[in-house]
T-cell receptor
């Protein structure tokens, strides 16, 4: 009955590889997000989708490509991974858009390590 | 740059004491939210306060908002070891389509 689930939880890969992270929410929320948390715990928004439509692309390199096949899923594909991509990536969802009147619900995160 | 900045960056208290942390932001907001993150876990929404509200309570949590000073505070009363976590404030502007997080306050509650 996990509300926002991400897979995988851990991802270790070599530079130059391509990888994907999957996210699904069963809350019926209309908006989904990808956030990146760096080693100093700063959280920065990367993308947001509302009902499968891209709303925000926050100056993220185009090696990152989100895909939302339906409003319950938001996947993140990363091409040509670089060392600086190492971070924890969080998927989140909210009802009533970015204002999140009842708050955002976060997944448990995917720790990506690029070696 | 981060919209919200928490102060202090770290806080260590004894169980039973109160913990207070502050958040300052730079632009007008629609609402301000507080989240908790336990080590290695995702963020959990604690409380949301709208720009026209001054104070909200939820259990042992008390949040205040002063829009004239562009600041908010989170008070955890009668802290427990289980309250050990990082606490983040986040602001939602009237426009902009995003929730922006501060750098967090790390709280350690010693038993």
């Amino acid at each position: 009955d996990t509300a926002v689930s991400q897979t995988p939880k851990y991802l270790v890969t070599q530079m130059g590889n391509d990888k994907s992270i999957k996210c699904e929410q069963n809350l019926g929320h209309d908006t989904m997000y990808w956030y990146k948390q760096d080693s100093k715990k700063f959280l920065k928004i990367m993308f947001s989708y509302n009902n499968k439509e891209l709303i925000i692309n926050e100056t993220v390199p185009n090696r990152f490509s989100p895909k939302s096949p339906d409003k319950a899923h938001l996947n993140l594909h990363i091409n040509s991974l670089e060392l600086g991509d190492s971070a924890v990536y969080f998927c989140a969802s909210s009802q009533e858009g970015w204002l999140g009147a009842r708050g955002y619900t976060f997944g448990s995160g995917t720790r990506l390590t690029v070696v | 740059s981060q919209q919200g900045e928490e102060d202090p960056q770290a806080l260590s208290i004894q169980e039973g004491e109160n913990a207070t942390m502050n958040c300052s932001y730079k632009t007008s907001i629609n609402n301000l939210q507080w989240y908790r993150q336990n080590s290695g876990r995702g963020l959990v929404h604690l409380i949301l306060i709208r720009s026209n509200e001054r104070e909200k309570h939820s259990g042992r949590l008390r949040v205040t908002l002063d829009t004239s000073k562009k600041s908010s505070s989170l008070l955890i009363t009668a802290s427990r070891a289980a309250d050990t976590a990082s606490y983040f404030c986040a602001t939602a502007r009237p426009t902009g389509n995003k929730l922006t997080f501060g750098g967090g306050t790390r709280v350690l509650v010693k038993p």
